[in-house]
């Protein structure tokens, strides 16, 4: 069965960020969105504006690995069904919503550690834009035009 694509932006939101808090999840729709909204670079040139190819792109979202450091993923989004939240979020999102403070960001993660890093990816391409909830967010530097 394939999801709409309001049911595949709430799955990968609750599966990315469900323990995250209203602008948590925001944040982390606010951050897919810019993938697919981004007219430059990596996420343009393979994902076309498209946000299954976004989500579905190779080594983006632990949500969508089955395996992870040759274990089972037991939090995908084909396990985890959305929430009403999760929906409401979505339809934010993709009306055209964002979280502020995020801004363009292309990147986030969570450090496990209360500071975030100045760079990433390692390549260099994002910097550091603003911590929200456990998760790190970054917005694409010049380097991320040549990617």
Not at 58 to 70: A, E, I, M, N, W
Not at 77 to 103: K, Q
Request: aromatic share 14%.
């Amino acid at each position: 069965m394939s999801y709409s694509v309001r049911e595949l932006l709430a799955r990968i939101i609750k599966c990315e960020a469900g323990g995250e808090g209203e602008n948590g999840m925001k944040a982390v729709a606010t951050v897919v969105m810019n993938r697919v909204r981004v007219p430059y670079g990596e996420y343009q040139r393979v994902c076309q504006g498209d946000l299954r190819k976004v989500v579905f792109q190779q080594g983006q979202f632990d949500c969508v690995r089955s395996t992870l450091y040759g274990r089972h993923n037991p939090q995908t989004i084909w396990a985890t069904p959305p929430e009403p939240i999760h929906y409401e979020i979505a339809d934010w999102a993709l009306a055209g919503n964002r979280l502020f403070t995020v801004g363009y960001s292309l990147w986030y993660f969570n450090p496990f550690q209360p500071t975030c890093p100045n760079i990433f990816p390692r390549n260099g391409s994002g910097s550091f834009q603003v911590h929200v909830g456990q998760h790190c967010f970054y917005n694409p530097t010049e380097l991320y035009s040549q990617t």
